[in-house]
T-cell receptor, first 114, second 113 residues
Framework: DTGVSQDPRHKITKRGQNVTFRCDPISEHNRLYWYRQTLGQGPEFLTYFQNEAQLEKSRLLSDRFSAERPKGSFSTLEIQRTEQGDSAMYLC????????????FGQGTRLTVV | AQSVTQLDSHVSVSEGTPVLLRCNYSSSYSPSLFWYVQHPNKGLQLLLKYTSAATLVKGINGFEAEFKKSETSFHLTKPSAHMSDAAEYFCVVSDRDFNKFYFGSGTKLNVKP
């Protein structure tokens, strides 16, 4: 499989718990993005990495959210002390910076906070 | 700042009739624009992209879009809708360095038999 892979596909958690999502980008892609999509809305930018460096974070990414890409390959997105408002689809995408072109998206992780 | 506005949240067409999904953009420089499609429980798939080459862009599955700078529009069209086209469509503009992609709120396309 040469696409962007996200795990898990679905996560149900109780309010206040911590959750972590994983994204494996297309292997040669050096850029990795995280987006959040709520019902009836288009995806919103959260953060992006070039290799292992996190270069930009949206103000949507509160201090309860942290993203890492330790070796410039896979990435994790952790949400601490989840709230019901965190319920959304979390999308990961990757691209090749040198090509300055489109991002390729994974199927997403759907988070439900109960 | 860059932004896109999708003018219709829902569009309904009959199978075999033309499809028009409208998108207007705002950009402080010559933009790169994209259309993505999202089928239920599937990831976002790129339909087509405009990156300052030909203004009429052809994509997959018979879709095309025309970049009109004077109208700041990038409408998506298809001559004849198929049932499998039923999905949600997103118009997207990137920032200058492709660091961020700004999505419209989406248009849900319904195709009636």
């Amino acid at each position: 499989d040469t696409g962007v892979s996200q795990d898990p596909r679905h996560k149900i958690t109780k309010r206040g718990q911590n959750v972590t999502f994983r994204c494996d980008p297309i292997s040669e892609h050096n850029r990795l993005y995280w987006y959040r999509q709520t019902l009836g809305q288009g995806p919103e930018f959260l953060t992006y990495f070039q290799n292992e460096a996190q270069l930009e974070k949206s103000r949507l990414l509160s201090d309860r959210f942290s993203a890492e890409r330790p070796k410039g390959s896979f990435s994790t997105l952790e949400i601490q002390r989840t709230e019901q408002g965190d319920s959304a689809m979390y999308l990961c995408a990757s691209s090749l910076a040198a090509m300055n072109t489109e991002a390729f998206f994974g199927q997403g992780t759907r988070l439900t906070v109960v | 700042a860059q932004s896109v506005t999708q003018l219709d949240s829902h569009v309904s067409v009959s199978e075999g009739t033309p499809v028009l999904l409208r998108c207007n953009y705002s950009s402080s420089y010559s933009p790169s624009l994209f259309w993505y499609v999202q089928h239920p429980n599937k990831g976002l798939q790129l339909l087509l992209k405009y990156t300052s080459a030909a203004t009429l862009v052809k994509g997959i599955n018979g879709f095309e879009a025309e970049f009109k700078k004077s109208e700041t529009s990038f409408h998506l069209t298809k001559p004849s809708a198929h049932m499998s086209d039923a999905a949600e469509y997103f118009c997207v503009v990137s920032d200058r360095d492709f660091n961020k992609f700004y999505f419209g709120s989406g248009t849900k396309l319904n195709v009636k038999p």
